[in-house]
């Protein structure tokens, strides 16, 4: 299936690994044009220049920390000066940290929500007038299953992404007239360093092996195994492409099932 993906411009979030790295592979792999963001230089270098090398697409990285609102106002102007315009947004940032609510500070509270809300609105205040003056754009955010069902312990991501739901999902009204959708995507339990780093902490705290953490969560998955970031990109993939068109203000789940509500 032609995706109609070449010659578009994406921006991707916190790409240099994870799930924005499959994400970017699979759109580089379309034929789009990427634009590449994360915190750690070295390593979002390296990952862009095998994107290179390995899909043939045109790849800019730009080290940026995506909770500060100048990294993304320089991460949108790089693209835009480099590109002309950017046509699809894909908003990934890490998690923030995990707690009960009695045990989570003010400052962590105001950090999440800098990295996990604020990041979507400003990116998205940064790309919206390109996508406009083109009518045409695709704005995914990757959020998580925990907007659907709450994940225990995870104060904050249940939180700030259900926050980031009713944004994109007030601004896929306000702009589905002008060609533009916006979409969330909900990963479950994939096979990322983050996920790996999940089960230590979470194994360490019920004194067991990440190992055996891990376990249980495969057996609360029907298809009773982690996703692959494959999978998740591919679903990505199809969602910022021209096939997609009619698609907006929706929220999938990629979960082996997981989720176990009807909607």
Known sequence: ???????????????????????????????????????????????????????????I??????????????????????????DILVTNAGGPPAGRFEYLSP??????????????????????????????????????????????????????????TGFARTLANEVAAEGITVNNILPGYTRTERVEELAQMMAEKDQTSPGAFKASWENQIPMKRLGEPREFAALAAFLVSERASYITGTSIQVDGGWIRSLF
Do not use: Y
């Not at 990427?34 to 990952?47: E, G, N, S």
């Not at 003056?133 to 700030?160: C, E, F, Y």
């Open 1 to 59: 299936m032609d995706l109609g993906l070449k010659n578009k411009i994406a921006l991707v979030t916190a790409s240099s690994r994870g799930l924005g790295r499959a994400v970017a592979e699979e759109l580089g792999a379309e034929g789009a044009s990427l634009i590449m963001c994360a915190r750690d230089a070295t390593h979002l270098d390296q990952t862009a220049s095998f994107i290179r090398e390995t899909t043939g697409a045109r790849v």
């Open 61 to 86: 990285s730009v080290a940026a920390d995506v909770s500060l609102p100048g990294d993304v106002r320089r991460v949108v102007d790089s693209g835009i000066s480099e590109f002309g315009s950017i």
């Open 107 to 164: 400052a962590e509270w105001e950090s999440a929500v800098r990295l996990t809300l604020f990041s979507v609105v400003e990116l998205v205040r940064g790309v919206l007038p390109s996508m406009k003056a083109r009518h045409w754009g695709r704005i995914l955010n990757i959020t998580s299953i925990a907007v659907k069902q709450p994940v225990d312990n995870l104060m904050l991501s249940n939180s700030l992404r259900s926050a980031v």
